[in-house]
């Protein structure tokens, strides 16, 4: 029995001394491992680092005056460059001779000079400086007529008071109120009170975007512009045969318009830029904080896009597109791209 005490004691020394010889080992061969793998510092030649650095700066530097000259050349989406035509819109009155057409486009039509129509000036609640100046007419000779009733029954009753009295002594005294005097203190008073009442100057900002609607009409409308700008690329012959044989027959014959021209894109376009010029000018100034404001500015920019993507389709970038982006000064972030507005 004691003999087995002493084996087992002795296989349970030797078997403890293994495991913390083995413990020690392992413990040992690990931290050799990681002195072994520890990387070393890798040699950096400073001359090397600051080429890459200046090459990295260099082209940072080249990729922002890309991104600016590409920001440059779309444009303002909202207001476009300054152009006479657009200019025109905050005061209402007749934009410069010329400024209506561009400069660029070869006219179809034969008139001389700029091209610019003729038109009567815009006055405030719908009328023209000739229908003024007409009404002052009629307006000096009825005042005169009322006079001369007035003046007649006085007359009358004079001469019966007195019969000695004659209608020379009248007419010495009086002045000839069939032909009224237009340089007369009141003709002149009533003639200057008409002229403040119906200039532009003292007009609302919604008299003021009425007479830029009629103008845009006049001067973008299909019915004027037909007259004076080439038509724009036909297409192939082979189309246009494909597309008889498919309808069975000639082309139908196009139906005339009747009186202006008021809903092609072009006059839309035209409008847009107006309402859009008006809101974005009080957007800059009290009404920053304006929200619905705001909106509706994105609303009108969006749509005004819109319409210039179809207009570039329908007219393949003929003439007709070219002088709606010339005259109102619009730049290609008028239409391209995505329009953002913060």
């Not at 990729?63 to 440059?72: G, H, N, R, T």
């Amino acid at each position: 029995m004691e003999q087995l005490l002493v084996r087992f004691r002795g296989i349970s020394l030797r078997a403890s001394q293994t495991t913390c010889s083995a413990c020690r080992s392992l413990s040992t061969s690990a931290s050799r491992q990681a002195t072994a793998n520890k990387p070393r510092r890798r040699h950096v030649d400073p001359y090397a680092a600051a080429q890459a650095r200046a090459r990295k700066a260099a082209n940072i530097s080249r990729q922002a005056e890309l991104q600016k000259a590409k920001v440059d050349a779309l444009g303002d989406p909202v207001l476009g460059k300054p152009s006479p035509f657009v200019q025109s819109f905050d005061s209402a009155a007749a934009p410069p001779a010329g400024s209506e057409r561009s400069q660029n486009i070869k006219r179809t039509d034969t008139e001389s000079g700029s091209g610019s129509r003729s038109e009567p000036e815009q006055l405030n609640f719908s009328i023209t400086s000739s229908e003024l100046e007409s009404a002052l007419d009629r307006s000096l000779v009825w005042s005169g007529q009322r006079l001369r009733n007035v003046r007649e029954e006085s007359i009358d009753y004079e001469l019966d008071r007195a019969s000695n009295v004659s209608e020379e002594a009248f007419d010495k005294v009086e002045p000839d109120l069939l032909n009224p005097d237009p340089k007369s203190a009141s003709h002149s008073t009533a003639t200057e009170a008409l002229r403040r009442i119906t200039a532009l100057s003292n007009a609302s900002s919604k008299d003021r975007l009425n007479v830029n609607i009629k103008r845009c009409v006049s001067t973008f409308g299909r019915h004027n512009t037909d007259n004076h700008l080439p038509t724009k690329p036909q297409p192939s012959e082979s189309y246009l045969a494909m597309q008889a044989a498919h309808q069975g027959g000639a082309q139908p014959e196009k139906t005339p318009r009747a009186g202006p021209d008021t809903g092609s894109s072009e006059v839309q376009i035209a409008i847009l830029t107006a309402r859009i010029r008006t809101l974005a000018q009080f957007m800059d100034g009290r009404g920053r904080m304006d929200k619905m404001n705001k909106r509706n500015l994105r609303v009108l920019v969006h749509r005004r896009q819109k319409l210039l993507k179809y207009l570039q389709r329908k007219e393949r970038g003929g003439p007709r597109f070219r002088n709606v982006v010339e005259v109102l000064g619009l730049t290609p972030g008028a239409w391209e791209g995505e329009i953002s507005l913060r």
